[in-house]
């Protein structure tokens, strides 16, 4: 569960708290619509990530005297924030830390966002210099004061001491520094040595490292990844691709990075990997270059495909089930044909005996969603009467996912009008989620959203201002929305329902400024990308 955390929390909302529309997790409410907004990713996230962080900072013991102390002292009674820290600075004195809890929570629970450390080194002089910023995915001109600033616990590392199991900070960047700067006696390396920070990815912040600092942690890649903490070799992966999407790092090196992946066996960095690998296939399922990229992403998962197989094993570990899922679905995604052919066979066995279903159910999303593609109304039909007559929730929440993978247009038409008719069997609870299905489908992705558009009022009858729903659904619309003229359809629409859009308007925001990012990608980093494809794929 804790590696399972960094994938599934920690990542995703690193990429969600860099938008200029986030909010502290500390956050006023001033009236009950604004409850609802909120709890989002960054309250439950992004709070369990810094608590997370200050754990590893305090150390288990004195993190669970602190809490122990605080629950018993509060039993059946209200508490705020500012207790909690109170009671953690205690624990930090009684063990002799004298850590101001609050003083460094402050800046996390407060603030908007959270810091990228660059990291300039002098090869000949054997320093490292690390300077704090505010981090921003979209990479337009911020005006960011000073005051942004966090106190930020560091751990570090190099290819010479190789110490990834001490997770306590070796020092403090206070928010008043302006820079700091670490020499030899700090045990930085020699020009030919690698330096790497955040061990263990404890702490919420991203790191830049200069170009040779980078290509040195790509060559150990390469050479031996394993003395890489699986745990880092995900950090990497991440942090590369989105500075990478934020223009703070050169794209050759980003992906240049990802070419160690043929020798990855771990779920955490694949996890990383295949996470950023569907941003750049969003960007690029309508261009040119997607041939040439699905290629590449073929190319990356054929050897751990084939290491783990199709059929999972009895002893399989709780990663490898999860692996295993993550990469057949991209391998079946890339069209891997023993991928293909084993989800056709298992769905025609099922079709042909619907009493037994020989589907392994871990793969059951991945199994139906490819024989639906790849088959025709027949398929489709019969999932959908599965679905109807399941009285099993996760089934029926598999089948009304995969349902949307069809790449008939009209039958995808005829799928979001039913899930607006609760006659169909689709509750109205699902037809968000019906929604945003057929919007991450490339296909469905505009019919998605005309029929957002074209049948609002219908949409609105049914959901009513229920800010989950129809912030799930415009969100799923948009997300990989990256041309001027689908910005300003964006922006139209909102305008148009602003007054309508209730307790949404703080998603509609998030949506609107990840389609803006999406744009300025584009028009800042297809040509790079493209380039590099085309050297590197044949």
């Not at 930085?188 to 942690?217: A, G, H, M």
Request: charged share 25%.
């Amino acid at each position: 569960m804790a590696d399972q955390f960094i994938s599934q929390d920690l990542h995703n909302v690193l990429e969600l708290d860099s938008l200029e529309s986030s909010h502290p997790v500390s956050n006023p409410v001033n009236n009950p619509d604004e409850i609802n907004e909120i709890f989002d990713s960054i309250t439950y996230s992004k709070g369990a990530s810094i608590i997370r962080m200050m754990n590893m900072f305090l150390g288990e013991s004195t993190f669970r005297k602190g809490l122990t102390n605080y629950l018993n002292a509060f039993k059946y009674q209200n508490a705020e924030q500012d207790d909690l820290w109170r009671y953690f600075t205690e624990a930090s004195k009684e063990d002799g830390f004298n850590i101001d809890v609050k003083l460094v929570m402050d800046t996390w629970t407060r603030q908007t966002g959270y810091p990228v450390i660059n990291i300039s080194r002098d090869y000949d002089a054997r320093t490292v210099k690390l300077i704090q910023k505010k981090f921003f995915l979209v990479p337009i001109g911020k005006n960011v004061s000073r005051t942004e600033a966090w106190h930020i616990p560091i751990t570090y590392t190099t290819s010479v001491s190789n110490n990834f199991f001490d997770t306590r900070p070796q020092f403090w960047f206070y928010a008043n520094n302006e820079s700091i700067t670490l020499n030899e006696h700090d045990g930085i390396p020699s020009k030919d040595e690698w330096v790497l920070f955040n061990i263990k990815q404890t702490s919420y912040y991203r790191v830049n490292y200069d170009i040779e600092n980078w290509k040195l942690l790509i060559q150990q890649l390469e050479s031996n990844h394993e003395v890489i903490d699986v745990i880092n070799r995900a950090q990497l992966i991440d942090d590369a691709m989105d500075l990478a999407r934020a223009s703070q790092l050169d794209y050759n090196i980003a992906l240049n990075l990802t070419n160690y992946l043929v020798k990855e066996v771990e779920y955490l960095p694949w996890d990383s990997a295949t996470t950023n690998f569907g941003f750049i296939d969003d960007m690029l399922s309508v261009t040119a270059a997607y041939g040439k990229w699905k290629k590449l992403v073929a190319q990356r998962l054929k050897p751990i495909y084939e290491k783990i197989g199709f059929v999972g094993k009895d002893s399989d570990s709780h990663l490898e089930k999860l692996n295993r899922v993550n990469v057949v679905g991209w391998a079946c995604r890339t069209d891997n044909q023993d991928c293909l052919r084993h989800s056709s066979d298992l769905y025609k066995q099922w079709m042909d005996n619907p009493s037994d279903d020989p589907i392994p159910p871990a793969l059951k999303r991945t199994v139906v969603c490819y024989a639906i593609k790849h088959g025709d109304e027949l398929e489709w039909n019969f999932a959908f009467e599965r679905f109807q007559k399941s009285n099993v929730g996760t089934e029926k929440d598999i089948l009304l996912s995969a349902l949307s993978c069809t790449e008939k247009p009209w039958i995808l038409g005829k799928y979001l009008m039913l899930a607006l008719n609760t006659s169909s069997g689709i509750r109205k609870s699902d037809s968000s989620s019906v929604f945003s299905s057929v919007a991450s489908n490339s296909i469905g992705r505009p019919i998605a959203f005309d029929f957002l558009r074209d049948k609002w009022n219908l949409i609105k009858e049914l959901h009513g201002s229920s800010f989950f729903a129809i912030a799930k659904m415009v969100k799923a619309v948009t997300q990989s929305l990256n041309t001027r003229f689908g910005l300003k359809q964006l922006n139209d629409f909102v305008e148009m329902h602003s007054s309508a859009l209730g307790t949404a308007k703080r998603s509609l925001q998030q949506a609107i400024e990840q389609t803006e990012a999406n744009v300025i990608w584009m028009e800042n980093n297809f040509d790079i990308v493209n380039a590099w494809l085309l050297r590197n794929v044949s």
